[in-house]
């Protein structure tokens, strides 16, 4: 059974700091390209940045390069997303993909989601 299980979310200051975990589980974590969305109420869900099965590629969402950086700890199947100089604009709920290879094919799985909010 695969689980993506999201966590790090919370209040924070305009300015401020939050990394967010993504620790997962039911498949092979080093094969699974991993990103992490946002959505917010009455909009659709956003690519916030993906990386690669190795790491060596990472892709951002232009409002967020050069202040959120995606990473990934293959030995302890977790991806992360740490998140600095944060704005009101950064309030979201933040969801943990994975795009998962099985034999039969290429599947996407998230997380339940993890509540960021940035307010003074």
């Known amino acids: 059974q695969v689980q993506l299980v999201e966590s790090g979310g919370g209040l924070v200051q305009p300015g401020g700091s939050l990394r967010l975990s993504c620790v997962a589980s039911?498949?092979?974590?080093?094969?699974?390209?991993m990103s992490w969305y946002r959505q917010t109420q009455g909009k659709e869900r956003e690519l916030v940045a993906s990386?690669?099965?190795?790491?060596?590629?990472?892709n951002y969402k232009d409002s967020v390069k050069g202040r959120f950086t995606i990473s990934r700890d293959n030995a302890k199947n977790t991806v992360y997303l740490q998140m600095r100089s944060l704005t009101p604009e950064d309030t979201a709920v933040y969801y943990c993909n994975a795009l998962v290879n099985w034999p039969w094919g290429r599947l996407a799985y998230w997380g339940q989601g993890t509540q960021v909010t940035v307010s003074s």
């Open positions: 039911g498949f092979t974590f080093s094969s699974a390209d």
């Open positions: 990386i690669t099965v190795a790491g060596g590629t990472t």
